[in-house]
């Protein structure tokens, strides 16, 4: 029986890392991809995935199932994904909330977002602007923040829940200004936008996705950005610092992909490069800028970056608030 050297070796090598022959030849992705995702059907996240998923089909030849997974603060999803195999073949979509804010507000987490998950690869920056009733008196920033300092404590926001994002942000905006105000939450988004709508409250952060259309129809007023830069489909509408508000102040969530810890660096490089293709289609542009999303195109180290960055400031908020959800 003749045999190869070479081919000697490399079974020998094979057979030393605990790889069969056949796996080892395998490329990937060999089967389609899971991606879960804490978000229902239809919304802006699982829109916005679907059609990225669409184009690592056609570029990359990954095939991308959806499994919405909404409910218990978002940890169903997060635990099915911490749960995975680290294989490359299960992703989570979550947004800086989960990753960044909500160690801060809870004594305990089910996951660790350093230890359980592997930064795959960003999506996109979401900014928020902040929302009064069609027929408010106020048509700035500092009116907003001059009334509430004239009545303290009578100035009420709306938030979708206690620990959002949008409460950390309006308890930014009264630690940055001195004002205090009366935080009023919602369970659900439309009920605290047609609150806004109707006077009910006296404002509340929200996107274009979910403050647009009202603005549109003409039933809210955008007073401004939470943002460094104006938005390219709302140019009319200044910064907060243009309008009379604390210099640089922000209000964001960004939406990115992770893996269970361990995911393999080829399935992480591979994605995170189709991924990055995908958000330079000018159709996956469109459809993030219907959202009033702004695409976000980077690496792993960005998002491990941006992460490290908002948990920083979301500790400090919170220390100084005294928001908590235990």
């Known amino acids: ?48 995935l679907r059609h990225v998923g669409e184009k690592l089909s056609q570029s990359a030849g990954m095939q991308v199932v959806i499994e919405n997974k909404p409910g218990a603060n978002g940890w169903l999803a997060i635990d099915a994904v911490k749960r995975a195999a680290a294989d490359g073949y299960t992703l ?10 909500q160690p801060h507000l809870y004594k305990q987490l089910p996951f660790d977002p350093a230890k359980d998950f592997e930064p795959v690869a960003p999506l996109y920056w979401t900014h928020f602007f902040i929302v009064v009733p069609a ?13 509430a300092k004239a009545n303290p404590g009578r100035m009420t926001y709306g938030t979708w829940g206690i620990g959002s994002v949008a409460h950390v942000g309006s308890a930014m905006l009264e630690t940055a200004t001195g004002a205090r105000m009366t935080h009023v939450p919602f369970k659900e988004l439309p009920q605290l936008y047609t609150a806004v709508a109707n006077g009910e409250v006296g404002w509340a952060f929200g996107s274009a996705a979910t403050a647009g259309p009202l603005y549109k129809a003409k039933k809210v007023k955008l007073l401004a950005l939470a943002a460094p830069r104006r938005l390219a489909e709302y140019g009319d509408i200044p910064t907060v610092s243009e309008a009379g508000g604390p210099a640089n102040f922000e209000v964001k969530t960004w939406v990115a992909l992770f893996g269970p810890r361990g995911m393999p660096k080829a399935a992480v490089d591979k994605i995170n490069a189709g991924v990055n293709q995908a958000l330079n289609e000018p159709d996956v542009l469109a459809r993030m800028a219907n959202f009033g999303f702004e695409s976000w195109r980077g690496t792993p180290a960005d998002i491990t970056k941006a992460a490290a960055a908002d948990s920083t400031r979301f500790s400090k908020i919170v220390a100084e608030s005294g928001i908590t959800l235990d």
């Open 1 to 48: 029986m003749t045999f190869s050297l070479r081919g000697l070796a490399a079974a020998c090598l094979l057979v030393a890392s605990g790889l069969h022959p056949a796996v080892a030849q395998q490329a990937y992705p060999s089967r389609s991809i899971r991606a879960v995702l804490p978000y229902s059907a239809g919304s802006g996240p699982d829109a916005v």
């Open 92 to 101: 989570l979509e979550v947004d800086n909330t989960h990753m960044a804010l």
């Open 135 to 147: 027929n408010s008196p106020w048509n700035s920033v500092a009116d907003l923040v001059a009334a």
